[in-house]
């Protein structure tokens, strides 16, 4: 099976330098895996031991940035290495200031490892979720590297758990200790014999909480707001603006704020012909006709999580497609939150939904049935919203409790 995983690791290496000429993502991965080693040479201390935090991307690296800061803030002798799977989450994050080191981290190839591990020689190790590289585990545990996962989840689907699974049963038996969200995954790990295992919570919580606290003021927003009932979309795909888009047409009591998914000209042009009130783009927006427009499009990345706290409704994006975004940026804010039907595979949102702080809708009969209840039955309005802020605060905490069982 280690052979079957070193090919199959080997041909995506391939794979990726094939497509590097011709895509932007592969080219920027393969640009970063060219000087990595250099970069740690230079920009590594070797009076310093280094705990290592590897994310995938953007996301994983969220979730794990409240433990980061929480280690740099007491115990400030360590240095921190930061290191990404996927260009998204490191051209963002490259220039972040809670660690020491940022790169991408070499394939799961034996001689990368060593290389690698030779050069860092990390202190302890600390991987995001669903990160189970089988050879940099198996390294680690060789040289007695403590190695833990965070915030991770199990499902009775995964390879871990199935019959021909042995192999990667075995990888997660190099954790010295693994940091789950919930009881399910506790007993799934059980059923094959690993029991280092603690349920902490999602470290996501404290991240949303650290959001709020240094959230952005933004004027023009609030110009545009003008003290009226604000409708917030995230994160938005064209089935979820086909909804939502028909609502606001018909009804000028409310404003609307979109930041869509994705942004580019093509897909903004969409949006703006659907429209029959007058808008204005973020990046094209001032004091003047901010506060004569009834949509307000969001056309630039790293503003949504601060908008929230203008709206008194959030809808989040992607429940028609791939599935949803990032429920708790809305949720923290203490504000109804609203999804499309796909939301199954991720347990804050069930929960969310569950403590009625949210709700889900399949079609725009349901959308409207929900919003026309919503804008007038001021006390459903405001259970919804204290439930779903009341979700984000009672499940904090995760952070603390894994800097508790861990020896620095």
Not at 37 to 59: M, P, T
Not at 110 to 117: D, E, G, I, T
Not at 378 to 388: D, H, I, P, R, S
Request: hydrophobic residues 40%; aromatic residues 14%.
């Amino acid at each position: 099976m280690s052979v079957l995983y070193n090919l199959a690791i080997a041909i995506y290496d391939i794979l990726v330098h094939l497509d590097a000429p011709f895509s932007r993502k592969p080219r920027k991965m393969m640009k970063g895996h060219w000087v990595v080693y250099e970069l740690l040479r230079q920009q590594l201390d070797k009076n310093v031991r280094y705990i290592w935090f590897h994310a995938a991307s953007l996301g994983e690296f969220e979730q794990g940035r409240p433990l980061i800061e929480k280690i740099r803030e007491k115990y400030p002798e360590y240095g921190i290495l930061l290191t990404f799977f996927s260009p998204s989450g490191y051209e963002v994050r490259k220039n972040y200031r809670g660690a020491d080191v940022v790169c991408y981290l070499p394939f799961d190839k034996p001689r990368n490892v060593r290389k690698f591990l030779d050069l860092v020689n990390p202190c302890m190790a600390f991987f995001i979720k669903y990160e189970f590289w089988k050879n940099y585990l198996d390294e680690l545990h060789r040289r007695c590297i403590p190695v833990y996962s965070v915030s991770s989840i199990f499902r009775r689907g995964q390879i871990f758990f199935k019959w021909y699974g042995g192999t990667y049963r075995n990888v997660l038996r190099n954790f010295d200790h693994l940091f789950v969200q919930n009881e399910r995954s506790k007993r799934y790990l059980a059923k094959i014999g690993i029991n280092r295992v603690t349920v902490v919570g999602d470290t996501r919580f404290d991240r949303v909480l650290q959001i709020r606290e240094e959230a952005k003021v933004l004027p023009l927003v609030e110009a545009f707001k003008n003290n009226t009932m604000t409708f917030v979309a995230g994160s938005s795909w064209q089935p979820d603006e086909d909804l939502f888009i028909e609502y606001f047409n018909q009804h000028p009591e409310i404003k609307l704020i979109i930041a869509p998914h994705v942004i580019d000209e093509n897909h903004l042009v969409e949006i703006i012909s659907k429209l029959k009130r007058p808008y204005v783009r973020y990046t094209r927006a001032d004091e003047t006709n901010v506060r004569k427009a009834d949509c307000l499009i969001i056309d630039c990345f790293g503003l949504l999580s601060s908008i929230y706290r203008y709206g008194e409704i959030a809808y989040i994006g992607g429940g028609f497609g791939v599935g949803i975004h990032n429920t708790l940026e809305a949720a923290v804010y203490g504000i109804p939150v609203i999804l499309g039907p796909k939301y199954q595979k991720f347990q804050e949102a069930i929960q969310l939904i569950e403590s009625k702080g949210a709700y889900s809708i399949k079609n725009y009969e349901e959308l409207k049935a929900l919003l026309d209840r919503l804008l007038t039955d001021e006390k459903f309005l405001k259970e919804t919203g204290a439930n779903a802020g009341q979700y984000v605060t009672g499940n904090a905490g995760a952070t603390d409790k894994i800097l508790g069982m861990i020896n620095f």
